[in-house]
């Protein structure tokens, strides 16, 4: 359920660019950002950061888009999202003792630190690669190709990304056998 609220703005951006144009889905998504800024921040009394910096830069690239009327800056923003994630990842992984995939799930899960380390690499490879394929998109398919992406090409990547890493991580589940007779 959270990663569909966290996919609001772009389903909302998808809808209205098949209804109307690529202002129309701006807006869109800019609105449904706010929105679920607001939400968030009256039912949960705080914000992800995920979500600011998506809000911060849908405000920044839509407007441009908008105020210049030229869809590129807004075809450049998952880049942009994507590629901040990297340096934050990799950031975390250098400069901290504990990378924020660890921070965020160590509670969750427990790994040894080199497996820690080689899920933080993954996801700044992740998301630096992703950036890189929205751009390649972007410039040489068509905007209702790269909308498209937007949605389900960014959607079935991370989900197939998230399911390699469930195999990577089932090699550290203890499998300890019943103690109940069957």
């Not at 701006?26 to 607001?38: D, E, Y």
């Not at 911060?56 to 105020?67: E, I, K, Q, S």
């Not at 080689?118 to 040489?140: D, I, K, P, Q, S």
């Amino acid at each position: 359920m959270k990663m569909l609220a966290d996919l609001f703005p772009v389903i909302l951006f998808f809808v209205a660019y098949q209804v109307y144009d690529i202002y129309v889905a701006t807006v869109t998504a800019i609105v449904a950002a706010i929105a679920q800024v607001a939400y968030s921040r009256l039912r949960h009394g705080r914000v992800e950061t995920m979500h600011w910096v998506t809000l911060g830069l849908l405000v920044v690239f839509g407007g441009l888009t908008l105020a210049l009327r030229d869809p590129t800056f807004i075809k450049w923003k998952p880049t942009v999202v994507n590629w901040l994630f990297a340096v934050a990842f990799l950031g975390s992984q250098l400069f901290m003792q504990r990378g924020l995939l660890q921070r965020m799930m160590d509670h969750a899960v427990t790994l040894p630190d080199h497996a820690w380390r080689r899920l933080n690499t993954a996801w700044v490879a992740f998301f630096f690669t992703m950036g890189v394929v929205n751009l390649y998109v972007a410039y040489n398919f068509s905007e209702n190709a790269w909308v498209n992406f937007k949605l389900f090409g960014f959607l079935g990547l991370t989900l197939v990304f998230m399911l390699a890493q469930g195999f990577y991580l089932s090699r550290y589940i203890d499998t300890a056998p019943s103690t109940e007779e069957e």
